[in-house]
């Protein structure tokens, strides 16, 4: 006994089905039109894709699924189609896109197929929305874009790099062939500076000694003629005598700039930072007003404040001589009748001393060179000085571990504050 394998035929009911259930649940869409380009079936999977219903797109014209500037040409290309169907592929070569109800336009691939019934040609179209592939495709694209882009700029530097480095090298090595050639031509001239120097600040020592002694004999003179001259009263006399005891002082106050600044730069000079409280703070200040007192012009007047209520640490010699030349320069740049102000403050761990004065002031672009050697103020150069009072101020308070700040406006006055730190 043989078993027929020949397989049972299924109905036509049952191949309709199975068309219906093919054509329905599709994942692309499939759209039939006849040899009018009308819409006479539509399946479900098209409906997502465009928007429309089977039942309102059924008998439209399929130009209505395509962008409204390409329908001049699909129409062209639909009747060639029809005249010679055959399966294809459409847009090869080129991008293809369709419109949906809303006027959305998106890329698609499309496959077209077809089949006869009692004579009339029906034309399938298989539509895939490949919008996710072309964006993949778009941001491929230009990542390859950047990364070529990054790549030529990365070989740009490099040959750029290589180029500098060269360049650098070259340039090292002369630069190095160079220093050993001058080499020993700056060692000399180091040597020959160091002399120098040794020799500058040894002259101005024993210069600034030498002056001392006649300085002193001629003021004694002068203070001698004064007495002499008591008698007579002759007011010329006196005028003369004055001036020279003014001159004598503003010599000495320079060649004690340059024998200051001389030990300090030779390392000869050293803060002797002491307990002092606030009595002896009153006293070494009174004293200093007394002592500048013979320079304050007509009308001026120096009023200290005292604000210290507790012990402070620092050096007596240096804090009268900071004291000296910063009030000194405010009698000098102050006009008459305009009062100096001195405050000592203690705050936290530091004692402040300002100085303030109503004078010509500082200019901001003076300011920033105050604390060099030899530096004088543009507005200044008619007023005696060295410019050396601020640079040895500064060198007094480095001394100390300390600091000065100074404020000014031109014509308005300038306060000048000195910061020293107190042991904890």
Not at 35 to 40: A, Q
Not at 230 to 259: C, T, W, Y
Not at 360 to 379: A, C, P, T, V, Y
Request: hydrophobic letters at 35%; aromatic letters at 8%.
């Amino acid at each position: 006994m043989s078993i027929n394998k020949t397989p049972v035929p299924l109905n036509n009911i049952e191949n309709i089905n199975q068309f219906e259930a093919l054509f329905n649940f599709a994942t692309i869409g499939i759209i039939v039109t006849n040899k009018e380009g009308k819409i006479v079936n539509f399946n479900k999977y098209a409906e997502i894709q465009f928007g429309y219903s089977k039942e309102e797109i059924t008998g439209q014209v399929v130009d209505v699924l395509l962008p409204t500037s390409t329908h001049e040409r699909h129409i062209k290309y639909r009747e060639q189609y029809y005249h010679h169907p055959e399966p294809r592929i459409m847009g090869h070569g080129r991008d293809l896109f369709a419109q949906s109800k809303d006027g959305t336009t998106f890329p698609v691939e499309v496959s077209l197929s077809h089949y006869i019934i009692k004579n009339e040609t029906f034309v399938i179209a298989f539509v895939i929305d490949i919008t996710v592939r072309k964006t993949h495709e778009a941001r491929a694209m230009e990542q390859k874009n950047e990364l070529e882009s990054v790549t030529a700029e990365i070989k740009s530097m490099n040959l750029e790099l290589e180029q500098k480095v060269e360049d650098r090298t070259k340039m090292l090595r002369e630069a190095l062939s160079e220093l050993e050639r001058s080499k020993e031509e700056l060692n000399l001239a180091y040597e020959n500076e160091k002399e120098l120097n040794e020799l500058k600040s040894g002259f101005v020592t024993v210069a600034s000694h030498e002056f001392r002694t006649p300085l002193t004999t001629i003021l004694s003179s002068a203070y001698l003629l004064d007495k002499y001259n008591q008698s007579n009263a002759d007011p010329r006399v006196e005028k003369h005598i004055d001036r020279i005891k003014i001159a004598v002082d503003g010599m000495k106050n320079i060649l004690e700039d340059f024998l200051s600044l001389g030990k300090m730069e030779e390392g000869l000079m050293q803060a002797n930072v002491e307990l002092v409280s606030p009595s002896e703070i009153d006293t070494i200040f009174n004293d200093l007003i007394q002592d500048l007192d013979g320079l304050l012009k007509k009308g001026q007047k120096i009023n200290f404040t005292n604000s210290v209520d507790s012990n402070v640490w620092l050096d007596r010699n240096l804090v009268k001589n900071i004291l000296i030349n910063l009030v000194s320069n405010a009698i000098k740049f102050t006009d008459e009748n305009q009062p100096i102000e001195i405050v000592a403050v203690f705050m936290d761990t530091i004692f402040m001393v300002c100085v303030t004065d109503k004078g010509i002031g500082i200019s901001n672009e003076d300011q920033k060179h105050l604390f060099e050697r030899f530096f004088r103020g543009k507005n200044a150069n008619h007023i005696q000085g060295t410019g050396l009072g601020l640079h040895i101020v500064g060198k007094y308070l480095e001394l100390m571990k300390g600091r000065i700040t100074v404020k000014s406006k031109l014509d308005e006055g300038t306060t000048v504050t000195v910061y020293i730190p107190q042991k904890k």
